[in-house]
């Protein structure tokens, strides 16, 4: 059996949720399949040959509670991705090992509790380093960024601090989704949507309680923003988690024409808007499906244990 694992505040939030779960039950049976919460204290995690994270959307609020349970379901069955690559992903400070390893990167200076701000000129960004959907993120004037450190500081939280990249009004970022290969060894391209510049002004329109609202629309990445993600997927820093089935690679303009940055890898619970491609949550399913199957798992219906 294969579990879906959303939160109980994000399963009618998440526009991949359901549709994956009916191709899912189209290839394995409808048993074979369960939508369920990882902080549902019911849950039988033994009970499921694999758990996929799809929208665990309030884990930054609740990171310890969340690693807790990520490393006790580790015990129990098979996570996907894996623990190792949802420890790694969960903190944007991963930003710094890429930058490392030469991928460009928006320029990011994080602040943990108790360091100083930079002093910086011009519009930025400041938001937590652990973080989803731009929670707690704001755009903030030069004399703004120092007083919402100090509040991410307040909540024990690492602030980054990136300056504010003028073509995302116009542009928006591509986010590049990317599932397991058919060899299943690696990663291929699935297909790539444009999300709208979120933070255009300091008052941010939300979708529920957990993210901002977004603007989303199809379209074709380049060439640059292709091979800027293939580069990111394979850093060593990456490599270095384990296994990874499923991704996605935000990508934005930076200061040159033909620039590009890196924005984040998000390697845990990633939307992938398929109604902006909707053949594409049938290549996610039979992928998973394989991927699960080469490594000995049973998941026919009726059937919820290794084999």
Known sequence: MIGLVTAQVAAQLDPD????????????????????????????????????????????????????????VNELTVLVNSAEVLRWSADKRYLADLAGEGIPITPTVFVAPGEDPPNVNGLHVVKPSVGAGSSGARRCEASEVSAHVALLHLDGRTAMVQPYLDLLDERGETALCFVADASGEGLEFSHAFRKGAILTSTEVEQ??????????????????????????????????????????????????????????????????????????????ADRLIAWLERRDLVLLDGVSNLS
């Open 17 to 72: 949720l359901y549709p994956l779960e009916r191709a899912l039950c189209d290839r394995i049976g409808g048993g074979a399949v369960a939508v369920v919460a990882w902080d549902d204290q019911h849950v039988d995690w033994a009970a499921f040959a694999a758990v996929v994270i799809r929208s665990t959307w309030d884990y930054p609020d609740r990171l310890d509670e969340f690693m807790r349970w990520v490393q006790r």
């Open 207 to 284: 979708t529920g309680d957990l993210f901002a609202k977004e603007d989303i629309s199809p379209r074709v990445p380049c060439d640059r923003e292709l091979a800027l993600a293939r580069r990111a997927l394979s850093a060593a820093s990456v490599r270095e988690q384990g296994e990874v089935m499923f991704a996605r690679v935000d990508v934005a303009p930076g200061s040159g024409d033909d620039a590009f940055v890196l924005m984040e890898l998000e390697l845990i619970e990633p939307s992938f808007y398929f109604d902006t491609e909707p053949s594409r949550v049938a290549l996610f």
